[in-house]
């Protein structure tokens, strides 16, 4: 405990609207388009603030992703999407190869215009890239009355229960729900037993991973972060068979046929793994409460249930009972007014990066 709040004591907190800006100005620096930049910008910030750093700025994601992916050619800076065949209620599009950030928003806005018209939206994306924190696109239903769904397919990088070698991705899904004076409700799980990310920044912060979460090259559990990152080897979420593997192993399944059947991108296994970040494969789906009953009874509803969850008396070591959600938004309000804290070390890689991309860091 004590060596956690040192390493908290050494992060330096940095102003999110500079923070955003600097991002998007590197990115417009690689030809993405200005829109397309403030898009991306904001869904990286969006997930420091709500304390979903392993996707956010804080990881230096910006440049071991993105601007990787747009160097390296994997990523379409200048993208298009183009919407390949749509009715009332589905649509199938094209992300051509561009920024999953600004192609995920762009995405998720056709089902929420679907939804406004037809009750429920649902679109199915191919040919993008790595989309950043899942709930920002399943929160953006949330403001319309909406319950948004939000999921993305990646490399295989998970090991199926009882395999030796990754059979689809970390696949992650989001679900947001509206409220009324709670907190929106915001599931957003990986179907792995930890994502990658988190293995990146374990490995900054110099601690070992939980046993059961990922592999050496042999498939045996590892503690040791550095091993996992080389083995890119992750268990299910459930770890073992005997605590229930075979479900996050299931889910991880489902979301490549969300995402990658229904696109046509092609599941996790079927994904070039030879491609840095290679395309990948989205879905996303917008739900109007009212299509079902009255949004005001559904919110009321939902309040209730969460005050009686939060009545319930903590366990040992805890010090209240949360819903999906709640720590995301205690997060979000604190840092919104503090500050994102970020480790020196990532600080000097953000320099560095403004260096190399010429743009102005200006941001501590």
Request: glycine fraction near 10%.
């Amino acid at each position: 405990m004590t060596n956690q709040k040192a390493i908290q004591k050494e992060r330096i907190l940095v102003d999110p609207d500079k923070l955003r800006e600097f991002a998007s100005q590197v990115l417009r620096k690689l030809e993405v388009p200005r829109q397309d930049a403030l898009m991306a910008a904001d869904v990286l910030v969006y997930a420091d603030l709500r304390g979903v750093e392993t996707h956010g700025m804080s990881n230096n994601n910006l440049g071991r992703i993105y601007v990787k992916g747009i160097q390296n050619g994997s990523v379409n800076p200048k993208a298009e999407i183009k919407v390949i065949h749509e009715t009332p209620v589905t649509a199938l599009v094209d992300g051509n190869g561009g920024l999953g950030l600004a192609v995920g928003v762009r995405a998720m806005n056709i089902a929420i215009e679907k939804a406004q018209h037809s009750f429920i939206g649902m679109v199915a994306v191919r040919n993008s890239h790595h989309f950043g924190a899942a709930q920002y696109f399943s929160m953006m239903a949330v403001p319309y009355g909406m319950i948004g769904v939000s999921s993305t397919n990646s490399n295989p990088i998970v090991l199926p229960t009882g395999g030796k070698e990754p059979a689809y991705g970390t696949n992650p899904i989001s679900v947001s729900a509206p409220s009324g004076n709670e907190p929106a409700y915001c599931l957003d799980i990986g179907t792995s037993a930890m994502v990658f990310q988190k293995l990146i920044l374990t490995a900054r912060l110099g601690k070992p991973i939980p046993f059961g979460v990922a592999a050496d090259n042999e498939g045996q559990p590892t503690t040791d972060p550095a091993v996992a990152i080389q083995s890119r080897k992750l268990l299910p979420l459930g770890s073992t068979p005997e605590l229930g593997s075979h479900k996050g192993y299931g889910l991880g399944i489902l979301v490549d046929v969300l995402c990658g059947l229904l696109s046509g991108q092609g599941a996790s296994i079927q994904i070039d793994s030879e491609v840095s970040f290679g395309s990948t494969g989205h879905f996303f789906a917008a739900m109007r409460v009212d299509a079902f009953r009255p949004l005001a009874e559904f919110q009321e509803q939902m309040d209730d249930m969460f005050q009686r969850i939060h009545r319930i008396p903590p366990a040992k070591g805890f010090d209240r009972v949360l819903v999906a959600g709640d720590l995301e938004h205690m997060n979000e309000q604190r840092r919104s007014k503090e500050g994102i804290p970020i480790l020196p070390e990532v600080i000097e890689e953000l320099r560095e990066l403004a260096k190399e991309m010429e743009v102005p860091w200006g941001v501590t």
